[in-house]
């Protein structure tokens, strides 16, 4: 492939730092570069509380044991998001009960929530797609109502922002009750599988260290709180090793170069597609009023399967991969099979499943390439309308 | 700390692995390094499937998931063991069924075991503990007799092996129809945080790559198996960064060098505190004639708790940090308050939570060290036994 669709990042220092971070006679989880990321997100994001995950999925599943799902509790999510977002609760026994999309966006449309609460709902989970905010306004506005924890999946939302009243900016992932983040290879800021929990309500922070802690009250026996310590709940080992968080420190020390480079390849994949948009053939990302981007990713809208087939498919024979993204969850195997499935007709996340594409998106991605890309879509789609082949 | 307790070893070739991983294209999980990782043990010990895992709790929470637990279902375990080991089982909605250690040694007493059988028993959960196998031609009757899975914690077992009939000697985790394997780094062989699951039983193979890729089929997928993956079953993120594998190969390419190293300390350890043992004042490792040693522990043991905590600030006294181990589970906040305790009396598993003391042990310790150590708490008993104080 000369163009992959994915490169991982290297800033130059993460091996200086995994070196530092075996010096100092701690690599297992919560050693010294594990403290400074937290200290990055607490500081640079006005986070309560961080807590370093071995994968977004591990964050979920903390928020899920910490807000005290059980057997027969509902989870209300978007049926267009990674497998991860319902699993995470379904370990705890939930039921998953999936919202339709926004006709606008991926993200979970706000105005299909409220008649899915029942009184066994127990949390909204948002996943803020590409990185673009959910109307955390609605969604505030109903939690409130039905006394529901909100859950943000924001694992492609690092470094973004719902914009509210009066023109505020609130980064994502401090609106929730409980946020979790992704440092998969494919994100922003990366450290091959990572994940952290950001925890705003503090009710849920001293049981959050224990059950990250294998169900131990480790961390208070470390600040002198317990003179020893045991066993006290449920739990897992979902802090990462130390060699992860080294790694994961120098991305987040370059977010703001690593930013910029992304938003300018964003913004070239846009000018260069524009006129494509202009002619009806495809459609662009929105990113809607209430929130910024944070250049996660560059994702085109076709009219059908068949047109974007055939631009994957054409990319690939000029050795570009572009890739399609989530399978509706309430179309899956497993969901149809469980015996909480609710056969509900989502048309709009049947239509992401079947009709958005993902281009190359990497730091190192070049003008160039970028160039070529396009060019090879415009190529395809113009010579298919030309043809009156499926693209409209 | 002059001598800490651990100090993690690099083998020098780990930033090495880790640049080539990046290079790679692939630092998630199941990259280049990943895949070695796997190849070193089912090679070197014929484990028939392996999995690497973020960490040996993780790869226990997979085994449970494995073995069908359910609420009701009843476990038996060694109650001194680390409280990942009950954990995973919890979970998952076990009840744990504590057994006690052995009076020579603390790993659990097979003859305690039937007893505690009921029709509920699912699973025979083993920990080789310091590296020194169970006896499990014992424990596989049992297994046979009740029909009931075996799990292997492993966690300290790497390179150790059960000696059979006509002195066969067959590797742990490869005798369970699962085992769990721990790389923190406290370990052998480590990456910080990190752990393996091995899957002997070949009914598992498939449902376990599907359940640690989030409970879809991607692995199959990739094998050209399916045409497309989804969500097909429950699952997590079990599985590590290639950064923490890329770290752990170049261990287990040095895992001679590093057991050589490790025989040689304890083999020391052994011989200058020989005559402690001959004086009646402590009792050195004991390694039953069905087990190998793989060095991972030295440990000593007391005849009460007084006079191991004398030797622990003696000891602290002079720069060098020595640790007591697990808290006996069955005597811990979390089981007694717990719907499933019971209440039962195990007096090995007590003694070896108030008596056993482990020493510093790591690759880099170094002769003159393990004689200081030696010479300390030669001092400190000899003294004690001088002025009656508590040591017998």
């Known amino acids: 492939m000369n163009i992959p669709f994915n490169k991982p990042y290297k800033t130059g220092k993460e091996l200086e730092y995994i070196q530092k971070s075996i ?31 071995t994968s977004c999925t591990d964050a979920l599943e903390l928020a899920a ?37 926004r006709p606008d966006h991926p993200g979970i449309d706000e105005d299909c929530i409220e008649p899915l609460i029942t009184p066994k709902t127990k949390a909204i989970v948002v996943v803020h ?17 039905y006394s529901l924890f909100i859950i943000e999946d924001a694992a492609q939302a690092i470094d973004s922002y719902y914009i509210g009243k009066n023109n505020v900016k609130t980064p994502l992932g401090s609106i929730g009750h409980l946020a979790a983040f992704s440092f998969h290879e494919t994100k922003n800021i990366i450290s091959g599988e990572g994940g952290m929990l950001v925890i705003n309500d503090e009710r ?3 049981r959050a260290e224990i059950i990250r802690e294998k169900g131990t009250n480790r961390s208070a026996f470390f600040r002198g709180e317990v003179n020893k310590y045991g066993w006290v709940d449920i739990g897992s080992s979902f802090l990462p090793s130390d060699i992860i968080a080294a790694f994961l ?43 910024t981007n944070n250049y996660h990713m560059f994702y085109l809208l076709f009219d059908n399967i068949q047109s974007r087939d055939l631009v994957i498919k054409k990319l690939k024979e000029q050795g570009i991969l572009s890739v399609f993204h989530y399978l509706s969850l309430h179309k899956s195997f497993f969901y149809l099979n469980s015996a909480q499935s609710i056969n509900s007709e989502l048309t709009n996340s049947d239509f992401y499943t079947d009709c958005l594409l993902r281009l190359p998106f990497y730091v190192e991605l070049n003008d160039d390439q970028v160039s ?3 060019s090879v ?3 395809v789609l ?11």
Chains 1, 2 share one sequence.
């Open 129 to 145: 797609y590409a990185g673009v905010s959910c109307d955390m306004e609605k969604i505030a506005k109903l939690a409130d109502k």
């Open 382 to 392: 113009y010579d298919a309308k030309l043809n009156k082949l499926v693209v409209s």
């Open 65 to 101: 044991i910490l807000i005290g799902i059980e057997a027969g509790d509902e989870v209300i999510m978007p049926s267009y998001t990674f497998v991860s977002t319902a699993n995470a609760f379904v370990l705890r026994g939930a039921s998953i009960v999936f919202a339709d999309s």
């Open 204 to 206: 849920f922070s001293k």
């Open 23 to 53: 010096e100092s006679g701690k690599i297992a989880g919560d050693g010294i570069y594990t403290k400074k990321c937290h200290e990055f997100f607490e500081n640079r994001y006005g986070f309560k509380k961080c807590l370093l995950t």
């Open 249 to 291: 420190f120098a991305q987040l020390e370059n977010i703001d170069k690593i930013q910029e480079r992304r938003q300018h390849i964003w913004n070239l994949y846009k000018t260069e597609l524009r006129e494509l948009q202009d002619a009806g053939l495809i459609k662009l990302p929105f990113v809607p009023s209430y929130s």
């Open 372 to 374: 070529k890309i396009c």
């Open 377 to 379: 879509i415009k190529a």
